[in-house]
């Protein structure tokens, strides 16, 4: 069973560029969740994307969006790039069970580490 | 909206030493609770997890936590600890029913000392 995998692993950016940050989800997850983890600090939960639809947000501005493919991997997207944006950022997927999404354990990938420079 | 206060940011203890960290809650509605680990350069994975029933909940590693609802407290404890266990953990919540994710504290760094 292959788990969460992310690319890529690192990336550097300039302020204003845009970027597009990957992710495969556990074979069998259909919910993927994107996080920002600032150094020191911990995720912050930025959307959540069922059925290819985005199933909740946190307190992110409208640059950041994202995709879910038909096989359930997903992409994050975020334009106009600022210096605070440098962070590691997580997918999580998790299966959707007739608990909800918040009552299934999300299995986390290893992160990509964006630097804005 | 919840929220998730780590008490302490470090906590250092000597191996085969027993260790708490602490977790404190604060939500309108009733959650989910969750410990995770991160190790250097890696994601998380999952600790342990309280759902409902028993308020003592058993996870991988020998870790174990107590959920307190009148304390709105989630501490994790391991009896003796391995220098294996140096690693950022996290307490997090989501929402019953949400579809929000998880919210997560700032973490405790435990360093374990030979």
């Known amino acids: 069973e292959t788990g969460v995998t992310q690319s890529p692993t690192h990336l550097i950016k300039t302020r204003g560029q845009q970027v597009t940050l990957r992710c495969s989800s556990q074979?069998?997850?259909?919910?993927v969740s994107w996080y920002q983890q600032a150094l020191g600090q911990g995720p912050q939960f930025i959307f959540q994307y069922y059925r290819e639809e985005e199933n909740g947000r946190g307190n992110f501005p409208p640059r950041f969006s994202g995709l879910q493919f038909p096989n359930y991997s997903s992409e994050l997207n975020v334009n106009a790039l600022e210096l605070d944006d440098s962070a590691l950022y997580l997918c999580?997927?998790?299966?959707?069970?007739?608990?909800?999404?918040?009552?299934?354990?999300?299995?986390f990938g290893p992160g990509t580490r964006l630097t804005v420079l | 909206a919840q929220s998730v206060t780590q008490l302490d940011s470090q906590v250092p203890v000597f191996e085969e030493a027993p260790v708490e960290l602490r977790c404190n809650y604060s939500?309108?509605?009733?959650?989910?609770l969750f410990w995770y680990v991160q190790y250097p350069n890696q994601g998380l994975q999952l600790l342990l997890k309280y759902l409902s029933g028993s308020t003592l909940v058993k996870g991988i590693n020998g870790f174990e936590a107590e959920f307190n609802k009148s304390q709105t407290s989630f501490h994790l404890r391991k009896p003796s600890v391995h220098i294996s266990d140096t690693a950022e953990y996290f307490c997090a919540v989501s929402i019953r029913g949400g579809a929000d994710g998880l919210t997560f504290g700032k973490g405790t760094h435990l360093i374990i000392q030979p």
């Open positions: 939500s309108s509605v009733s959650v989910y």
């Open positions: 074979s069998g997850h259909n919910t």
């Open positions: 999580a997927s998790s299966p959707r069970t007739s608990g909800g999404a918040s009552y299934n354990e999300q299995f």
